[in-house]
């Protein structure tokens, strides 16, 4: 039983565009939503996170919408840049406790 | 550097070798967590200590896997008798208690030949 699903698996998005990955989830135990991301051969970063109590949280040219209704999160780059191509993973923890992984979706930034 | 770290970060084996990983958390991070990840795939979590004590295996970890704590510092995992589907990164993170963010360290990247 996959707990957290992600999409869309690969992206592609012109530089300045706007690049949108979701996530949904089904363990409501879960409360704590992270986004990694991951370069080759690189281990995954924390990019940003959210708990349940807020619905938005932003940092930079990246912005978490989470709906808790509807057990989904989403991630938005705002004007992307081929810097941010990678792998971004989008996980979930409850508690105090280890990460479910979403997938993953290959991000590819053109010029 | 400050960071996790691990090593070695590839290792080429025979199936049926014995291998050992070695991770080194973030100082004075009490949590130490080991996850396996395959090709296209995301991390998938194997164990986790607080200090030395190992609190959750996950059930992707067969007897012929069996990770350490000893002092609470650095960790090592080991797998026996390995099988070539046992080729993946090796990831491991750390935390501080009562922390939700875990810091990854770069992965030992394992061929089973």
């Known amino acids: 039983q996959q707990q957290v699903k992600q999409s869309p698996q690969s992206l592609i998005v012109q530089k300045g565009g706007i690049s949108i990955i979701n996530c949904a989830y089904e363990?409501?135990?879960?409360?704590?939503f992270p986004w990694y991301q991951q370069f080759p051969g690189k281990g995954p970063a924390l990019l940003i996170a959210?708990?349940?109590?807020?619905s938005e949280k932003k940092e930079g040219r990246f912005t978490i919408s989470f709906n808790k209704s509807a057990k989904q999160f989403s991630l938005h780059i705002m004007d992307s840049q081929p810097g941010d191509s990678a792998t971004y993973f989008c996980?979930?923890?409850?508690?105090?406790?280890?990460?479910?992984f979403g997938k993953g979706t290959m991000l590819l930034v053109s010029p | 550097d400050t960071g996790v770290s691990q090593n070695p970060r590839h290792k080429i084996t025979k199936r049926g070798q014995n291998v050992t990983f070695r991770c080194d958390p973030i100082?004075?991070?009490?949590?130490l967590y080991w996850y396996r990840q395959t090709l296209g795939q995301g991390p998938e979590f194997l164990t986790y200590?607080?200090?030395?004590?190992?609190?959750?295996k996950s059930r992707l970890l067969s007897d012929r896997f069996s990770a350490e704590r000893p002092k609470g510092s650095f960790s090592t995992l080991e797998i026996q008798r390995t099988e070539q589907g046992d080729s993946a990164m090796y990831l491991c993170?750390?935390?501080?208690?009562?922390?939700?963010?875990?810091?990854f360290g770069p992965g030992t990247r394992l061929t089973v030949l």
């Open positions: 993170a750390s935390s501080p208690t009562k922390s939700d963010t875990q810091y």
């Open positions: 363990n409501t135990a879960f409360d704590y």
């Open positions: 959210i708990r349940p109590d807020v």
């Open positions: 996980a979930a923890m409850p508690g105090y406790s280890t990460l479910t």
């Open positions: 100082s004075e991070h009490n949590r």
């Open positions: 200590f607080q200090n030395e004590a190992q609190l959750e």
